[in-house]
């Protein structure tokens, strides 16, 4: 009887809509891209979330806590710990604000900008992998395709 019933959920028209499977294989080739980049980082001794963390540094050129959580989908409280974390392992400080004193950046250490090339290979090669099949146009393709469901999505 439970056999029946997963059968008949299996075949509603949910699982049939292009749209949805589209969806679902999105999700899979991020993680795909995700797991791959853990295992370069391995080496650095990063996590997924410090790694990810590390990247929004570089790119936000020294964001604050708040930055941070946004673009990571976390909570301030959460982003503070990762920060903490990453302090203690030498890769990042926390600096004033210099034109508010509440506010603190996240800056990246002498031992992370020494690794930022490490890491940056890391992401190229990972990506080089995953696209290898895709040429040019193709990429441009993609990347308008995707960036026509984001306005909708969030």
Known sequence: MPQEKILRFADNDFWSDERVELAFLISRVTRVLRRRFDMDM?????????????????????????????????????????????????????????????????????LAVSRQSKIDRAGRRAAAELFADFDEKDLRDFRRCLEKLIPSAE
């Open 42 to 110: 391995a080496s650095l001794e990063l996590t997924r979330a410090q790694w990810r963390a590390m990247l929004y540094v570089f790119r936000l050129s020294n964001p604050t806590q708040t930055e941070l959580a946004e673009i990571l989908e976390l909570g301030r409280a959460s982003v503070g710990s990762l920060i903490d974390q990453l302090e203690r392992s030498g890769y990042v400080s926390r600096v004033a604000d210099s034109d508010d004193r509440r506010v603190w950046r996240v800056v990246p250490s002498r």
